[in-house]
C-alpha cells in the first residue's frame, strides 16, 4: 500500500477541460504524474485516484485506514454534504494517521454553499486555493508531520 493516497473526489477527472477558469488547464492524468514526482522527491510512494462514486471513495478511506496510509483528500463536492465520507475520513485522524484534506481552488472565494466542510474538522489540516499546489504542500505537511510523530 502506498505512504500516501490521493484522493479526488466527482469530477476531478476532469480536470483541464472542466471549468478551466477555475481548476487550470492542467489534466488529471498531469495531476498523476505530479503525485508520482512529489513521492519521488519526498522519498514516499504516493498512489492518485480518483472516483465520481461516493462508495468507492469510502472503501479507499476504509482502505487507508486499515493500511496506515496517510491521506491527502479533494473530496470536491463531497466537502459539503458528505457525512458518509466525513465518518470514514475520522477514522484516519482518530487511528493516529494524518489527512490534509486539500483544493484546487479556494473555496471561500466561491460560492457560498462552498464554504462549508464537513471534512476540514475531522482533517489534520487544510490547504486551499493554490492549485495543483495545494496537493504538493499537503504531501509536504504530511511529510512534515510524519518526522516530528
Not at 508520482?36 to 510512494?45: F, K, T, V, Y
Not at 498512489?47 to 476504509?62: G, L
Not at 463536492?77 to 458518509?84: E, L, M, P, R
Amino acid at each position: 500500500m502506498a505512504d500516501i493516497l490521493i484522493l479526488n473526489g466527482p469530477n476531478l477527472g476532469r480536470l483541464g477541460v472542466r471549468e478551466p477558469d477555475v481548476y487550470g488547464t492542467l489534466s488529471y492524468a498531469d495531476l498523476v504524474e505530479a503525485g508520482a514526482r512529489w513521492g519521488s522527491e519526498a522519498g514516499l510512494d504516493i498512489e492518485v485516484r480518483q472516483t465520481d462514486n461516493e462508495a468507492e471513495m469510502i472503501r479507499w478511506i476504509h482502505e487507508s485506514v486499515d493500511s496506515g496510509s496517510d491521506v491527502v483528500m479533494n473530496p470536491a463536492a463531497f466537502t459539503h454534504f458528505s457525512y458518509a465520507i466525513r465518518d470514514a475520513a475520522a477514522m484516519i485522524t482518530k487511528g493516529g494517521r494524518f489527512l490534509v484534506e486539500a483544493h484546487i481552488s479556494n473555496p471561500y472565494a466561491r460560492e457560498e454553499f462552498r464554504h462549508h466542510s464537513v471534512v476540514g474538522p475531522i482533517a489534520s489540516g487544510t490547504i486551499a486555493g493554490f492549485g495543483f499546489d495545494s496537493y504538493r504542500l499537503a504531501v509536504e505537511a504530511i511529510k512534515t508531520l510524519r518526522a516530528g510523530k
